[in-house]
């Protein structure tokens, strides 16, 4: 039942390279999803992407360890989640970083929440901000523009089928453009998919994202 | 508020080269999605991609069309949603189908009840099996081995976060392997995502799917 | 468990009388209901009513089949089927089946969807409409007449303590009369004892619709 | 829209005849529904029929004057009630009564909580299981039987979609026949659609119930 | 598993006390919740408040006597109960119980709908009033101001988590002051509060409660 | 709209003696509630009950000063809750505190999400587990007395009206008392209480909380 994934020779070859890594980190890596999958070989451009994140954020995010026991599947949800959530938008950084935890406290997810959660802490430098995305974002106080992106995210997630033409007006009439609502609703469907990959294969957060930008 | 689609000099370029489509798929091309979105240029992989979908199926389906706007979200759903639904796996091609119209029923996704009703179809040779997955996959005749598959992907969509080592469990006892339990859930959230972001821009299917496999 | 009605007598004089039934109306015979209920003695209006549907649709729908075991309580249903569905009234055929498929997709009963579907797209000839019913009827494209109808069908069908005076008078808004508006009721209703039924008893539509009017 | 109804020649034919009424039931008659529909001709046989209520019960149960403005569908009301509810079957009287409530409970139906609570007071003798029945079956102290009678009527009112062959051998578990199974959902279909109608058209109870059996 | 609270010291010297207790109300007393919880020695002034609802009433109500096996327990809940229902407030009493009845219908708590609905006729006078409220308090003929009221204390029971500044302007339009609106909130979550104890312990109400003010 | 307490002369003096508290308590003081009410006069014992709350923790909590405009409610609610979450119970400290906030997420409660996550991970001196109660406690690592004190409460939270003889039986199966049931019970419907008076009047918690025991 337990995730191991000591045979990752990708990841193997990471944590040598990390000696480093302090313990908490180390301790991540033993048990990441329910799932027992044998870790493949990464693509160069795999392994320097998570040399990178150790590089830049001191860890390896424990999605993409999940992901890495299939090279191309780790690709394509690299690219897909690095163009959504990092490539120009209308939205900036944290407001997707808003809308992902918003999205991900609908459906429960564990893992989304912490990684998220702290996301928006430290992009906003206001933590209680990331509390109320995971709690209830009715009760923030927000921007006309911030509360109805959120309550956009919030109706798509649970009742998808009754968005409609006002749903996307009310966008608009705070000033989101086309493109942007196609960004607003990729982010949230986009959190949709990974909140049920996570909850599917019980999917655990770095220990390392609970105190971070407190 | 209509999304028409003229200035795409991608799908241009493409409706110049595919001459002889059926009127019902120019149609489809006129207004795809509420979204006012500019064409972007495509990839030379992309417009080939493209000119395969015309060769192999008479016409390009409209998600395809709709991600057009921005080549890097084109090529990032394209490689997520080829790897998924078409790369080795222990789950055959119909049953990833399968999953993807349960999924999108209890979504109520009407582009992709629409395309993957009719891939349904076609891949079982089983019209009724079609109707079954959109209207109620209890009510099918199914193997055990299916039948807990699409409970697990209903369960997994509706109430993610109740997904837990049982449900896991039940997989495995009809014979998954963790790695297919990998698919399940990257299934039934690949479809959780694609239908938000149908729903979210009203995106219509190509009529030409309705009549299909029959 | 097989709802065997080989020994219902009416329905045998029935199937002996239309020998040039397809074979795959007489598949249909075999297990319409999940019960074992012997079939009764049809009086001679219910007798003639059945030569009817077969003279005139090709096959006696399977949910009159399931009725046959009481001819009281076939009587009673299709007295009360047909005063609803084809009396005269402020609604059009066509609407009161959009209102049936509308309201067995709330209910997800495969039974009525199917048999209903059919004809929806044979009475409007307009295929994916049939679809759309079934699907999301908030996804169609629809009257403002037709729309409110809807809307106030699947409202009263899911939460029908909530329906008040505002409901009915977006009703008389868009033109129906209060007689329209007990109509729209009914039928709501009929389906939402109908669906219960067939569901109940795991009814199965007569293959027969799948093709039809596609 | 208040829902006067004197204009009804089969009603006042019925008030004329019945002077003795007390004043308590000539103000049910004042408005029964939010619908304003002029009544129409009362068959002989529905107008024996409401002598006859008038007589054994006092009054005319107003759901019966509801209907009256079209004597085909006030026949065909009536036939099915009758069958259901008063034909031999498999279930008690009281049993269909309680079926009644628990259903209209479900859907808050005041009419019929009113109106079925009052007989199952009445048919048992026991007071407070009209309440339980209204409030809480779950709450009673039942018989196994009753209690999977009721258990399989509130999940086929609830959740339809999610009734299977399990459901149906817990009923035969406790000694249900396949015909009594069919008579529980018939029953329960029908006040799910009573319910409906009544909600729509917000249907009144004679006030004589609320002190009956008490 | 039936609560037999024999030993209760408190209630054993009430009992005593109050020999010319009806029999119901000592059928009342030997089975009061599912728990076998031994009563323990009441303070004098629980003992008086005891008595004194004895020569008031006639009865203890059944909720006190199961709180009666911790004295500091009980004194909380008197306390509490005594201050929201009892004390000066803007609501009138009658109105503190009808958002009690409101609210402990959305709960479906037997216990609280049977003490409740009893006080609400009482107090009004109006026995159908009591029936509405534990029914459908939207089918109720109510003022503006009740009907704002009762609408505020379901939607905070049901979803507590959308409740904000225009659920609050809506009561002040009515004419409630921010105390009143505190008020409604207090009763509104006690009731949430006692459904749920009720409900885990499946307390009976004393059936005294039935017949009174019918 | 805004909850000024400025006038509360029991808050005021508390602020008087309490000159010492960090700026960001003080601005909690600020905007408490949506509600605008007059503080009145603190009874002695509340006003060292607030004073011990300033020399213990640092701060007063802010329901408290919600409440604080009528003593008598607030001395209830003081009452009720040190009884509740304080007194001697075959439940520990911790324990109270997990159901607190498992019931707090279902009901999306701010301020009690933020006030006991605190309180959940000072206790277990586990911080990750006060996350888990606040986003899902099924992805929790308990055991499984513990897992099924959560399971009952979540489930008592949600649909009280299911709870069932066989619920209560589960924990007692995981060995807890009947006076634990009562306990698991009470502590749970008492926060079915204050997460609706906090939602009701959106009560902010002290900013202190979100730092607290990271």
Redesign the interface.
């Known amino acids: ?1 337990a995730g191991k994934r000591k045979k990752s020779s990708g990841i193997n070859r990471k944590s040598e390279r990390t000696a480093a890594v302090a313990s908490i980190a180390a301790d991540d890596d033993s048990e990441i999803t ?4 044998k870790g493949g070989r990464l693509s160069d451009g795999m392994d320097s992407y998570f040399a990178k994140c150790q590089e830049k954020l001191g860890f390896v995010p424990n999605v993409l360890k999940a992901y890495a ?1 299939d090279n ?2 780790l ?3 690299v ?2 989640y690095n ?1 959504l959530m990092l ?1 120009p938008s209308g939205l900036s950084k944290l407001e997707r970083e808003m809308i992902a935890v918003a999205v991900s ?1 609908q ?4 893992y989304c ?2 990684a998220h959660g702290a996301a928006v802490r430290a992009l906003s430098g206001d ?2 901000l990331g ?2 995305m ?3 974002h ?2 923030a106080r927000l921007s006309k523009r911030q509360r109805a992106m959120l309550d ?1 995210a919030v109706k ?2 649970n009742e ?6 006002p749903d ?1 007006e009310a966008l608009r009439r705070v000033g989101f453009t ?2 942007d ?2 960004d ?3 982010v ?3 959190f ?6 996570a ?4 999917m655990r957060p770095n ?1 390392v994202y ?2 971070q930008a ?1």
Chains 1, 2, 3, 4, 5, 6 share one sequence.
């Open positions: 039942m329910a799932l027992n999958l026991f191309a599947k690709e394509a949800f690219a897909m163009d490539a406290s459906n429960r997810c564990y929440l912490v933590p209680p509390e109320l995971a709690m209830n009715r009760a956009f798509l997630t998808p089928w009754t968005v409609e033409e996307r086309d493109r609502i196609w607003i609703a990729a949230t469907g986009f949709n998919m990974s909140n049920r990959v909850s599917a294969t019980d220990t609970h105190g407190r």
